[in-house]
């Protein structure tokens, strides 16, 4: 099955600093990239759907200056939380989706293992 | 406007008991999918089920089943004798047929303790 992986894993950082989480989609080629945001407990929430060569759309509520979001590859999406702060300590959650996929296969995301940020 | 509802935040049963999640959604789209993902403790998503709008047939994987009813607009899902390792955090979700980026609507999520 299609494979999405996520470095780093866990990220522990200062108060101020930028802080970059990677994307990729390992054998299959994805224009489509989704960042999610999970804080414990609780569901996930879209955070921007990156489209690869493009800008991303970000959701509402969601700043755009602050998470930084680059999909410059048809494998590879980066997501930059700048100036961390620790608010900004969440579980963040990447998914892909295969250009290839049809209706039949519901467009299907897959997920990546998630990064655990920890500002502090 | 499109909702999905997990109404049951948390579940505590004893291994070999059997559960059902409930998952209800809204919808004004005439064909859309609707899945579940299971999250253990370690946080990454496991994909479970995808079912299309216009295929009511419920489905059995093992000891999963799921009972797609779209006059009630629910898509439920059972664990038969459960086990300890099914303990997780389980997700239904929506997404539309159509449309470029086909955006997924979340559950909140329902928390199951499978206790020995």
């Known amino acids: 099955g299609a494979v999405v992986s996520q470095h780093p894993s866990r990220v522990i950082c200062k108060s101020g600093t930028s802080v970059k989480i990677e994307c990729r989609s390992l054998?299959?080629?994805?224009?489509?990239m989704f960042w999610y945001r999970q804080f414990p407990k609780q569901s996930l929430m879209l955070m921007a759907t990156?489209?690869?060569?493009?800008?991303?759309?970000?959701e509402q509520g969601v700043e755009k200056d602050k998470f930084l979001i680059n999909h410059a590859s048809l494998t590879l999406s980066t997501l930059t939380v700048t100036s961390a702060h620790p608010e900004d300590s969440s579980f963040y959650i990447c998914?892909?989706?295969?250009?290839?996929?049809?209706?039949?296969?519901?467009?299907?995301?897959?997920f990546g293992p998630g990064t655990r940020l920890t500002v502090t | 406007a499109q909702k999905v509802t997990q109404a049951q935040t948390e579940i505590s049963v004893v291994e070999k008991e059997d559960v059902t999640l409930d998952c209800v959604y809204e919808t004004r789209d005439t064909t859309y999918y609707l899945f579940w993902y299971k999250q253990p403790p370690s946080g990454e998503l496991v994909f479970l089920i995808r079912?299309?709008?216009?295929d009511e047939q419920n489905e059995i994987s093992g000891r999963y089943s799921w009972n797609f009813q779209k006059s009630t607009s629910s898509f439920n899902f059972t664990i038969t004798a459960s086990q300890v390792v099914d303990s997780a955090v389980y997700f239904c979700?929506?997404?539309?047929?159509?449309?470029?980026?086909?955006?997924?609507?979340w559950g909140l999520g329902t928390s199951l303790a499978v206790n020995p």
């Open positions: 990156s489209n690869e060569g493009s800008k991303a759309t970000y």
């Open positions: 079912r299309n709008s216009f």
């Open positions: 998914s892909a989706k295969d250009f290839r996929a049809t209706a039949k296969e519901g467009y299907e995301q897959y």
């Open positions: 979700a929506l997404s539309p047929w159509a449309g470029n980026n086909r955006k997924l609507i």
């Open positions: 054998d299959f080629q994805a224009t489509t």
